[in-house]
């Protein structure tokens, strides 16, 4: 490194004597703006994300859009007799529409269903609050409001009780819809899994697998023994769960959920991951975590 800076300060020495004067004059200014345009590009600040094009957007608007479920409770879930909404989620979305309006909670709830990212492929919501994991690289994603697990859910008396007996067993996942096409033959449970079995020490076939379309689809599969075991998140389980069924209380891995935007709007990631941060920071998530009875992985 040193010896390349002398070479080249020797090589600017020879170049700068062959030149006239005022030649000379001009390429120490043209030096002197370049070392100051160098400086200044260092120094100067990240521009606000409250500039964005897409916060100028809600604003004029008036709401943010934001797509949520109303099944899952805890998260987000809509009373059918009252309307009213609840939840982490609800919470988290709030927490954001604060942020960009000043104070004041102007949002619209657009009701969805697993496949809520297509609400932004849409454009009929701003930002997706909905158990995503950030796995599909096509949209951008805020930071974290709560981390779930991996668990297996089983029939009562079938003997799996912890991840060791899942040994020459079948597991169900569920097939990620919301997933790239390129992907839909890796659900995220399934590498999930892998990764542990790798850990284990057991081999590639140590386990078979089948993959479902829905959820719904997965419990029948469990119900007619088609499967010993279904692989999901925890926090889809409560949805599931009769008397004929119960859970290994082993995590395969766990799971960071976080909201959803288009890849173009960095803005309004930004604001929304930094109102997350501000929750988290208060106390605010873990209070709610534990008024909604949310498991800690």
């Known amino acids: 490194m040193f010896y390349r800076l002398r070479l080249w300060f020797h090589l600017l020495k020879r170049f700068l004597k062959k030149q006239p004067p005022i030649r000379l004059v001009l390429v120490g200014v ?38 949520v479920r109303t099944d899952l409770p805890g998260f987000a879930y809509k009373d059918p007799i009252s309307g009213e909404w609840s939840g982490i989620e609800i919470a988290a979305a ?36 909905a158990l995503l994991s950030g796995a599909n690289t096509s949209y951008a994603y805020t930071g974290a409001y709560y981390t779930d697990a991996y668990a297996l859910m089983t029939l009562s008396g079938s003997g799996l009780t912890s991840l060791s007996a899942l040994a020459g067993k079948k597991v ?15 659900p995220p449970a399934l590498n999930a899994l892998a990764a542990w079995a790798k850990s284990a020490g057991w081999g590639d076939n140590s386990y078979s ?19 010993d075991a279904a692989l999901m998140p925890a926090a889809l389980m409560p949805k599931f769960f ?21 890849r173009s ?4 990631a930004a604001i929304a991951t930094a109102a997350i941060e501000s929750m ?18």
């Open 30 to 67: 043209a030096l002197i703006l370049a070392a100051a345009l160098f400086v200044e590009a260092l120094t100067r600040p990240d521009p606000s994300p409250y500039v964005a094009e897409e916060i100028a957007e809600i604003r004029d608007r008036g709401v943010l859009r934001v797509a």
């Open 265 to 268: 709007e960095s803005g309004l």
């Open 172 to 186: 169900g996942v569920v097939q990620d819809i919301d997933a790239p096409l390129a992907e839909l033959d890796k």
């Open 94 to 129: 709030r927490a954001v529409a604060r942020a960009i309006f000043d104070g004041e909670e102007r949002l619209e709830f657009i009701e969805s269903t697993s496949r809520a990212l297509s609400r932004l492929n849409a454009e009929e919501a701003d930002i997706v609050f």
């Open 280 to 297: 988290r920071e208060s106390g605010e998530l873990e209070s709610l975590r534990v008024q909604y009875q949310l498991p800690l992985f």
């Open 242 to 262: 009769d008397q004929t069924k119960t859970a290994i209380s082993e995590a395969v891995s766990q799971i960071s959920y976080c909201a959803a935007v288009r």
């Open 209 to 227: 697998f089948v993959v479902y379309a829905s959820y719904p689809e997965l419990m029948d599969g469990l119900d007619a023994r088609a499967v």
